[in-house]
């Protein structure tokens, strides 16, 4: 069974630009989370969709999106990127979003360098 | 909120057996799951407590205290492959639903 992919590996933006991200889950998981990762802050949640519905979202601004299309494939968008948005944009997904299993398989990252 | 507690840093001998410590906050506790990052790599998924007590898996184990909202991932016969950051996570309620917090992380370094 493939693992979950994460496209594009690594990119570079200027500041104010946006930028696109996506994530394919392993087939067969319908929960999509999203993290990001710096080394200051550690692994921070984004917002978790199932079933194209958001279900969860984390502490973030508005400048980040994110949707869930109906074969459980997922986006996020980042809007108006700053230099602080430098991070590694990690995806994960899980059979069930609650109640069930809680084990998530993360994807290798988008590695995503504002300058 | 949700909140967990993790030491930032573990050394330890090839063979020898380490243990890693993860206080948290949450409401709504559901439970705690621990992670292996390599460097440039992804956290893989390393075990998961919803009730008290110690979970094995092969050298690898974890256990669950919710009253003393107190965890730990216990490593054994370390090796070296075994350096890596160790991140436990809670699933608490977050008020409308509930969501995953990480620690900020472990850094285990193995030494011959």
């Known amino acids: 069974k493939a693992g979950v992919t994460q496209t594009p590996r690594y990119l570079i933006k200027t500041r104010g630009q946006q930028v696109t991200l996506s994530c394919s889950p392993i087939s067969g998981h319908r929960s999509v989370s999203w993290y990001q990762q710096t080394p200051g802050q550690g692994l921070q949640f984004l917002f978790e969709y199932f079933s194209e519905t958001q279900r969860n979202k984390g502490n973030f601004p508005g400048r980040f999106s994110g949707r869930q299309f109906s074969n459980s494939r997922s986006e996020m968008n980042v809007s108006t990127l700053e230099l602080g948005d430098s991070a590694l944009y990690l995806c994960?997904?899980?059979?069930?979003?609650?109640?069930?299993?809680?084990?998530?398989?993360f994807g290798p990252g988008t590695r995503l360098t504002v300058t | 909120g949700q909140s967990l507690e993790q030491p930032s840093e573990v050394t330890a001998v090839e063979g020898a057996i380490v243990q890693i410590n993860c206080t948290y906050q949450t409401s709504g506790f559901y439970g705690l799951s621990w992670y292996q990052q390599h460097d440039g790599g992804a956290p893989t998924f390393l075990s998961y407590n919803a009730l008290d007590g110690l979970e094995e898996t092969g050298r690898f184990s974890s256990f669950l205290s919710r009253s003393d909202s107190y965890g730990y991932l216990l490593l054994q016969e370390l090796q070296m492959k075994d350096s890596a950051s160790y991140f436990c996570?809670?699933?608490?309620?977050?008020?409308?639903?509930?969501?995953?917090?990480f620690g900020t992380g472990t850094q285990l370094k193995v030494e011959l």
């Open positions: 996570a809670v699933r608490g309620d977050t008020g409308g639903g509930n969501k995953l917090t």
């Open positions: 994960a997904s899980s059979l069930e979003a609650t109640g069930g299993s809680y084990e998530q398989y």
